[in-house]
Each structure stands twice: as structure tokens, then as C-alpha cells.
């Protein structure tokens, strides 16, 4: 490892007890909720090295995610992406889906602990909308999700779920009635009821501690994997690639290969029409460090400081910010960041859906895109692991749209 | 050397009575909208103006500031429109400051932001989402342009944090009378006087109480323990719900007189 890298490394560990990552991350919120955020992060500290919360949550995930999530090896694909071993971490096959499931069910373990009865989460293509109803099932608390007016036509599949689950969906009707206005609307509800209720934040975005707690919530990705890995084909791999909206995929499964020198991170974004046309979600690539929703990071944003609306064709990565401590990998040059079109995405969920049999989402379609490029630029000697973070049954409606299959 | 601000709470303090404080955003109703309601604010009897800094991601405000600054932005209100809108103020010779979320402050530059509330005659600037651990740089930048930083505190803030938010605050403390956003409520809620008791034991600052007042009687009865009412929601109903400009001038007006009424009531 370098020097710089080193100590890029040590510093960011040190940020971290502040709830910093480099300049990023931090608390821009409304102090009505730092009484809430410090007693949140005393009980997740608390949590971390408490026997009981680690065995019950391990056993939720053993008895009812599903985990470990299994790997695939995906040898059809492969010949699409320069002949480089393909392996897959199986997110898609936890319950509910995706990967979300890691988080919520530690956040309602958690928001058990505190004693509060009621948990709110936004949610874009419903995806952690479905995961937070599913955990308030299982725990018994009363769930409320803030969703965009708009995603809930794109996603109206997932609205019955959560309804089905007992959770009220609000529709958001302000701003561009997308992900980041549920947001807003959710720190709102906070605010109002912070005394009794829990936000269950689905990404590693928002004020500390949100960003180092789901990203722990996740790790538990990258841990897996590493040693499947190791155990498959005895090294580790050259590149780990996930695609990032938020982030909390990519965090989860990149975390643990952090201090592996010799491991590429690459994260793809949403590149939307391409970023040269302004119609994207790729925050890294195209936008600049600015605040949004409680913390330091990089923002689709003009010269006013306002956030611009962003633009892709998976409702999951269609958010105009990204998790902090991406922005400090790219900073620091420890992660890459790419961004991936429309309609690159949509030709590799169609390539993995006919070459291995899996449908894929469309958020996880980006990766999968980034892999083919990246395997076309290493060759056949290379191992690259990607998150395979959700399963594309909620994306049929928009596959079969996009393909011009009649419904 | 005080700033306007700090003198009208010195007079008011004399006149043994709360200050009134209007908030409207720049470029609500629109630009040349905005100054009208400035002046009926001023013809009202308001003692200080908050210019808003309309913001695409308003997490501290309700439905009608919500609307307010939609409308602003649509109309592409930006700093410079705040800025001139505090102009207009300060020489209509009434103490004014800026209300705005912290990401248009960075984007502005922060050294530049605070220069540009002195060069316009402000007396300060009111930041809901800048926790005083981020503050660090505004705090430099305010010191330096010699303007007053208000930090907004609320309920849920213990005393050991009040004390440690408070001695960041200048001009006033601000404090958020319930857990919650912006707009009006039927009754101002009963921790206010509570949480003005507990800023007081920890600052001699003035404090000023924002969320949910609208009527004379509720401005009597905050006038009563704080130094400052807000209102701003219900000005900015008034506008909304009025057919035509002349007369939501005209209603904003009449609604300041009342509050004006109210604030010099109260003890």
C-alpha cells in the first residue's frame, strides 16, 4: 500500500469518530434533531459490541434474510465482459429482494431498543419502502413511508406491497415529487414527532450517524464475500464494482476490501441520457461538494446552491446526492467512480437476464454494465465481484416498456 | 460597534415591550412583490425584516413557505435577489437579516455571503440547518463582516447544549416554540415560555419566538416572556389567499398593525 493511501486511510478512520469522512458527512439539521441523532448513535455504538444485539440480529439474518447471500459465478455473462471471471454477491436473493433488508432489520432492532413505536422511511423505487414495512411487520411498529407522488405511479407495484405489509404510504406532492422531496418530507415528520418515532434512513446518506451506521448495517457484504472469494479461487478479486445512488450497496460491499491495496473499487452511477446532456444522477462524476439533507457531500446543484432535480431510469439511483464517505474514496482516489447510461444499463440487465437466467434490477444493471467494460479492459485473467444488490421483478413493467414487449 | 439589530432590542428592552419580526422570502410574491409586502411590513409597524432565502430543499418549513419559495424559485430568485431585497430594507431604515439553509451560503462563498449582508446594510444572518459543529468558518466570516449569527434552538435542546448554542448567537437567540416546521398553529405551544426560561439562565441575549404565531392574542401572550415574536406563515397566507395583490398588501398590512399591537401588550 502507499504511503498516501496509508494515510489517507487512518485519516478517514480518525474523521470518522466525528462523523466526518475528510470534509464530508458532518450534521446539517435542524437542532430540534441532534437530541434524537446523539441518542441514535449511542445506542448503535452501543449495539455494536453488545453479544445480544449481535446474536439476535445474526440470527434474523440466518433465519429470515436469508444470509449468507450465496455467489455466483456467471460464466455465460462472462463472454460479454472480455472473458474476466464474473462473480456475483447474491443480494437479490435476501428477503425482500435486495440488500436493503440488512439495514432495516438493524434499524428496527434498534428503534426497538430506544423504546420508540413508530418508524418513518422515504423511498424511491420502493425498494427500501418494502424492506422498512416488512421489518415494522416482523417487529410489530407502526410504519409510515414518504414516497414521491411520482414513484408511486413508476412503482405502483411496490405501493400494494407495502400496503399488503400494513404500512401507510404518503404520497409526496412537493418539489419534483421524487426521492429527495420524500426526504424532506420525512425529516419533516421527524422533526414533529422525533419523541416517539424512529427515521429509518435507507442509504449511507443524511446527518451522522446515519452514513457509518447503514454502511455497518452492510458491511456484512463485503465481509461474506471476501472470504467466498478467497475460498472460490483461492485470491482475492481484482475489482469489486456496485452501483451507487446513496450508496449503500456499494459501501457494503467495498467496506471490507478498504485496505486491501491491491483490490479496485469501481461504484457506477446513473448517467441518465449522459451527463454531457444534464438528464443524470451521477453525482460524483457531474456534480460539485455542496450540503444536502444533513451532511457534506457531493450535490446536483446550480450556482445558487440548489439542488437540481436528476434524471434516471431507475427510480433507486434517481437521487441528486451521494453518500459522504464516497465522496471521500474519490477524493482520496481509494474508489472510481464511472457513470453508466440508460441505455448501457438496460442492455446488460437484458444480457444477464438472457446469458445466466437472472433479472436483474435495473439500479444493479449499471454495475453490471461497468463490469462489462472493465472486464473488456483487464482480459481473462481478471476476478471482478459485483453486488448483485436486488432482483428485477418491480422493474418488469419498465423492462418490458423499454424492449417494446406489450403488457 | 452594535448592529441595527442589536440597538432595536435595546429600545425595545427601554419601551419595556417585544420586538415584532416579519419574514418574507425574496422574490415572493415576486421581486417587485416582495419590496411592496417590505413596505406594507414597514407601514404595519414591524421592527425587523427576515429576508428567505428561498431554497429547493426546505426541511425546517411547512406547506406555506413551502409554497412561497417554490414560487420564488420559479421566478429564478437567487442571491442576488436576496440581497437586494435586504437593500431595500435596511434603507427603508428597519433592522433586516437573512434567513437561509446552509448550502446556498457555501455555494455563495462563505466570506462573501457575510461581506454581502454588511455591504447591504444587514445586521445578520439566520441559519436553521448550520449545527454549531459545522460553523467553524461562518463563525470566522461572521467576526470578521461583523455581523450577528442566530442560530435557531428548540425544545428537545438540553440546558448543557443550550448554553453551548446560545454562546454562538448574536443579535438573538431563536427559538423554535415547538417540535416541528413552520406555519401557523391555533395556539402557540405551551414549552415556549419553558424554553425562553432555560435560554435565559444560560445567555443575556435577546431571544426572539418563531412557529406557529398568527394571531394579536398569540403575539400578546409570546410578548409576555420573549424579547422578539416571528411571524411569517401567516403573512404569507394572507398573500396566498388573497385575489389580487393590492388587497394581500393590504391584509399584510392590517395583520402587522394588529401584531404590532399585540407585542406591546404582553406585560
Not at chain 1, 409526496?172 to 434512513?201: C, F, P, Q
Not at chain 2, 425574496?26 to 421592527?47: M, N, R, Y
Request: net charge negative; charged share 20%; glycine share 10%.
Amino acid at each position: 500500500m502507499t504511503t498516501t493511501q496509508e494515510s489517507a486511510i487512518q485519516a478517514a478512520a480518525i474523521a470518522e469518530i466525528a462523523g466526518h469522512f475528510g470534509p464530508y458527512g458532518g450534521r446539517f439539521v435542524p437542532e430540534a434533531l441532534i437530541g434524537a441523532l446523539e441518542e441514535l448513535d449511542a445506542a448503535r455504538l452501543f449495539a455494536q459490541t453488545d453479544p445480544t444485539f449481535i446474536a439476535e440480529l445474526a440470527e434474523l439474518h440466518r433465519t429470515y434474510t436469508g444470509r449468507p447471500s450465496i455467489i455466483t459465478e456467471a460464466k455465460r455473462f462472462s463472454e460479454q465482459a472480455g472473458g474476466a471471471r464474473i462473480l456475483l454477491k447474491r443480494e437479490d436473493l435476501n428477503h425482500t429482494g435486495s440488500h436493503k433488508i440488512n439495514n432495516v432489520l438493524g434499524q428496527a432492532l434498534l428503534t426497538k431498543r430506544m423504546g420508540k413505536k413508530r418508524i418513518i422511511a422515504e423511498t424511491g423505487a420502493g425498494q427500501h419502502g418494502v424492506a422498512s414495512a416488512t421489518a415494522a411487520a416482523l417487529m410489530g411498529l407502526e410504519c409510515v413511508v414518504y414516497m414521491g407522488e411520482e414513484d408511486t405511479r413508476r412503482q405502483s407495484l411496490n405501493v400494494a406491497r407495502m400496503k399488503l405489509l400494513g404500512a401507510q404510504v404518503v404520497p409526496v406532492t412537493s418539489g419534483s415529487r421524487t426521492l429527495k422531496d420524500a426526504i424532506n418530507e420525512a425529516m419533516r415528520d421527524w422533526v414533529t414527532n422525533v419523541e416517539t418515532t424512529h427515521y429509518m434512513l435507507g442509504t449511507v446518506a443524511g446527518p451522522h450517524p446515519f452514513p457509518s451506521m447503514v454502511r455497518d448495517f452492510h458491511k456484512i457484504i463485503g465481509e461474506e464475500s471476501r472470504e467466498q472469494v478467497l475460498a472460490l479461487t483461492g485470491r482475492l478479486p481484482d475489482v469489486v464494482m456496485a452501483c451507487v445512488g446513496g450508496g449503500s450497496n456499494a459501501i457494503g460491499i467495498f467496506h471490507r476490501f478498504i485496505s486491501d491495496e491491491s483490490v479496485r473499487l469501481i461504484g457506477l452511477e446513473a448517467a441518465g441520457d449522459g451527463v454531457e446532456t444534464g438528464r443524470h444522477a451521477a453525482t460524483i462524476t457531474g456534480g460539485s461538494p455542496g450540503v444536502l439533507h444533513g451532511n457534506r457531500t457531493y450535490v446536483l446543484q446550480d450556482a445558487n446552491g440548489q439542488t437540481i432535480e436528476s434524471h434516471s431510469i431507475s427510480a433507486g439511483l434517481d437521487y441528486p446526492g451521494v453518500g459522504p464517505e464516497h465522496a471521500f474514496l474519490h477524493d482520496i482516489g481509494r474508489a472510481e467512480y464511472r457513470a453508466i447510461t440508460d441505455a448501457q444499463a438496460m442492455e446488460a440487465f437484458s444480457i444477464l437476464s438472457r446469458t445466466e437466467g437472472i433479472i436483474p434490477a435495473i439500479e444493479t444493471a449499471h454495475a453490471l454494465a461497468g463490469a462489462m467494460q472493465v472486464g473488456k479492459e483487464l482480459g481473462p485473467d481478471a476476478i471482478i465481484l459485483i453486488n448483485l444488490s436486488g432482483r428485477g421483478d418491480k422493474d418488469v413493467q419498465t423492462a418490458a416498456q423499454y424492449f417494446g414487449i406489450p403488457l | 460597534m452594535s448592529t441595527p439589530l442589536e440597538n432595536l432590542f435595546t429600545t425595545v428592552r427601554g419601551e419595556n415591550r417585544a420586538a415584532l419580526i416579519a419574514y418574507i422570502p425574496a422574490g415572493f410574491p415576486t421581486q417587485e412583490g416582495c419590496k411592496k409586502v417590505i413596505q406594507a411590513f414597514v407601514d404595519g409597524g414591524v421592527d425587523a425584516i427576515e429576508i428567505g432565502f428561498p431554497y429547493s430543499d426546505p426541511v425546517m418549513d411547512g406547506p406555506t413557505i413551502q409554497a412561497a419559495a417554490d414560487q420564488a424559485l420559479s421566478q429564478g430568485t437567487g442571491a442576488k435577489e436576496v440581497f437586494e431585497a435586504l437593500k431595500y430594507a435596511t434603507d427603508l431604515g428597519v433592522p433586516a437579516v437573512v434567513m437561509t439553509y446552509w448550502n446556498p451560503i457555501e455555494k455563495y462563498g462563505v466570506e462573501k455571503f457575510a461581506q454581502a449582508i454588511t455591504d447591504n446594510g444587514g445586521s445578520g444572518v439566520i441559519t436553521p440547518d448550520l449545527t454549531i459543529e459545522e460553523s467553524a468558518a461562518w463563525e470566522s466570516a461572521v467576526e470578521q463582516s461583523e455581523i450577528n449569527s442566530i442560530y435557531v434552538v428548540a425544545p428537545s435542546t438540553n440546558d448543557a447544549r443550550l448554553e453551548r448554542v446560545t454562546s454562538h448567537c448574536s443579535g438573538f437567540v431563536y427559538a423554535a416554540s415547538l417540535m416541528g416546521v413552520t406555519g401557523t398553529r391555533t395556539s402557540v405551544s405551551s414549552g415556549a415560555p419553558d424554553l425562553v426560561a432555560r435560554i435565559r439562565k444560560s445567555t443575556e441575549t435577546a431571544v426572539a419566538v418563531g412557529l406557529g404565531v398568527s394571531t394579536r392574542e398569540q403575539a400578546k401572550g409570546v410578548a409576555a416572556y420573549a424579547d422578539g415574536v416571528i411571524v411569517g406563515s401567516a403573512f404569507i397566507n394572507k398573500l396566498l389567499e388573497s385575489p389580487d395583490e393590492e388587497s394581500g398588501l393590504a391584509q399584510v398590512r392590517q395583520l402587522a398593525k394588529e401584531l404590532a399591537q399585540g407585542v406591546r401588550e404582553g406585560r
